[in-house]
């Protein structure tokens, strides 16, 4: 079954970090381009940041660049997110997304609160 | 960053109508544009790609067209499942953007 899981989200004070992973199965994660999507509750979708498939290129949205960092490990099937730095608003369900071409996956997401 | 604009922002019709959504960029994507449908507690699910490809077991009721700055998603005759939130998002350049979504409802 092709899958995507995220997980490592929670509550968290602002300024502290979090770490999301992706875990990618039943397909060939290592040809496809990643992204982190993130979503608040009844609100649109905004890109985060997105990685190449061998990392050649990577990109944040400016809301997010300076404090977060995306990476992937093809070896483990796996995406990362390093969030450091969190702010009220970066509060959302957090997508983890696969993209070749017409080949589109999506994960379940996994919620991050920023709240004191 | 290119901005994504969608209208009509809801849009009501009945099941059996023709639904037309639109999306417009405020720079050229090519044909590089994509349509998402989500439904309430779901990931979004790929309905078009590539302004005009439909996606791996969408319906042929979908339909995109356009390319540039203008597009448009067609629903020829809603089917009950069909009423939900429906995104543009443009993969021409970093950082990828979504439209504002347009909410398709039963009138």
């Known amino acids: 079954e092709v899958q995507l899981v995220e997980s490592g989200g929670g509550l968290v004070q602002p300024g502290r970090s979090l770490r999301l992973s992706c875990a990618a199965s039943?397909?060939?994660?290592?040809?496809?381009?990643m992204h982190w999507v993130r979503q608040t509750p009844g609100k649109g979708l905004e890109w985060v940041s997105g990685i190449t498939w061998n990392s050649g290129k990577i990109d944040y949205a400016d809301s997010v660049k300076g404090r977060f960092t995306i990476s992937r490990d093809n070896a483990k099937n796996s995406l990362y997110l390093q969030m450091n730095g969190l702010k009220p608003e970066d509060t959302a369900l957090y997508y983890c997304?696969?993209?070749?071409?017409?080949?589109?996956?999506w994960g379940q997401g996994t919620m991050v609160t920023v709240s004191s | 960053e290119i901005v994504l604009t969608q209208s009509p922002a809801t849009l009501s019709l009945s099941p059996g109508e023709r639904a037309t959504l639109s999306c417009r960029a405020s720079q050229s994507v090519s044909i590089y544009l994509a349509w998402y449908q989500q439904k309430l507690g779901q990931a979004p699910r790929l309905l078009i790609y590539?302004?005009?490809n439909r996606a791996t077991g969408i319906p042929a009721r979908f339909s995109g067209s356009g390319s540039g700055t203008d597009f448009t998603l067609t629903i020829s005759s809603l089917e009950p499942e069909d009423f939900a939130v429906y995104f543009c998002q443009q993969r021409d350049n970093w950082p990828i953007t979504f439209g504002q979504g347009t909410r398709l409802q039963i009138k």
């Open positions: 997304h696969g993209v070749l071409s017409g080949l589109d996956i």
């Open positions: 590539d302004a005009s």
């Open positions: 039943g397909f060939t994660f290592g040809d496809y381009a």
